[in-house]
């Protein structure tokens, strides 16, 4: 058997990788978009005036955004699919970065940012659910926390973004540079800021076209053919064929409501997780401002 052949019966890690890194790539973008803001904003008020209230209300809009793509992400992903949520929110990642790099005034500025905000709550939520359902349970844990360690790495990336610009702005402002590339540095640094996140936002808009469906949508919507072959290329024939029969055997179980959240034994947890995703939001807009 040739090792090519030997590769197709096994399975591919690299294939993996490569999806469960293509997803990830929403937790690297909503870390860059929550925490950027941090660096632009006092240059952004000093540009366009803004007043408290719409001070107040720009830095809040991305927050607003991401609340919405959350109560959406759950319903959209189960209707048309985890794959096509996901390539939405990485165009409305793209779409504010793009929107608040050229933004002309409050209004578009507060705009773009509330798109990205949409993004943001769409892949918190889609974007590990993807990798859970594309990744072997032997990998599964391992391969979800490649969206932890992308946040993180988004932040680490926005602030190391902000000083560098940030730095760069002063070394040219105490030399008394002049002509465009002054006026751009003096002047509209933040847009830089904002800007640079078209790169990996395109980065993502494309993986994410590339990437296959999840297989257990496709399982859910009878689409085993599909499934089959994406588990297949993942993991080869054989464990692919126990896998997608499993997966049918927990889709016939699956029942329950959202009363049940409330139950005594899930009450406290709740609570906490609550609580945890509350003093979380909290702490990256005290950050933010």
């Known amino acids: 058997m040739s090792e090519s052949s030997s590769n197709r019966s096994q399975g591919s890690l690299v294939y993996l990788v490569f999806c469960c890194f293509a997803s990830a790539m929403g937790g690297l973008l909503f870390g860059y978009d929550l925490f950027v803001i941090s660096g632009a904003k006092d240059l952004i008020v000093q540009h366009f005036g803004l007043s408290t209230l719409m001070e107040g209300w720009f830095v809040s809009s991305a927050m607003v955004g991401a609340m919405i793509g959350c109560m959406l992400a759950g319903t959209s992903s189960d209707r048309f699919g985890r794959k096509k949520v996901l390539v939405t929110a990485s165009f409305c990642l793209l779409a504010c970065s793009v929107g608040c790099g050229l933004a002309w005034s409050q209004a578009s500025l507060i705009f773009s940012r509330w798109i990205g905000g949409v993004g943001v709550g769409i892949a918190s939520m889609v974007c590990p659910l993807y990798i859970s359902e594309i990744s072997p349970a032997r990998l599964r844990g391992r391969m979800v926390t490649l969206f932890q360690l992308a946040i993180c790495v988004g932040i680490v990336t926005a602030i190391m973004i902000n000083t560098g610009l940030l730095s760069w702005h002063d070394k040219i402002k105490g030399a008394g540079a002049t002509g465009l590339i002054g006026w751009m540095v003096e002047r509209e640094v ?31 919507k009878g689409r085993n053919r599909e499934a089959l072959a994406v588990l297949a290329r993942i993991n080869g024939p054989t464990v692919a064929a126990t896998e997608l029969a499993e997966i049918d055997a927990t889709l016939g179980a699956e029942s329950g409501s959202l009363m049940e959240l409330f139950r005594p034994g899930l009450r406290r947890a709740l609570f906490m997780a609550l609580f945890l995703a509350v003093v979380g939001v909290y702490g990256v807009i005290s950050y933010s401002v």
């Open 190 to 220: 933040w847009r830089s800021m904002l800007g640079m996140e078209t790169l990996p936002a395109l980065f993502f808009f494309a993986m994410s076209v590339i990437i296959p469906e999840s297989p257990r949508w496709l399982a859910e």
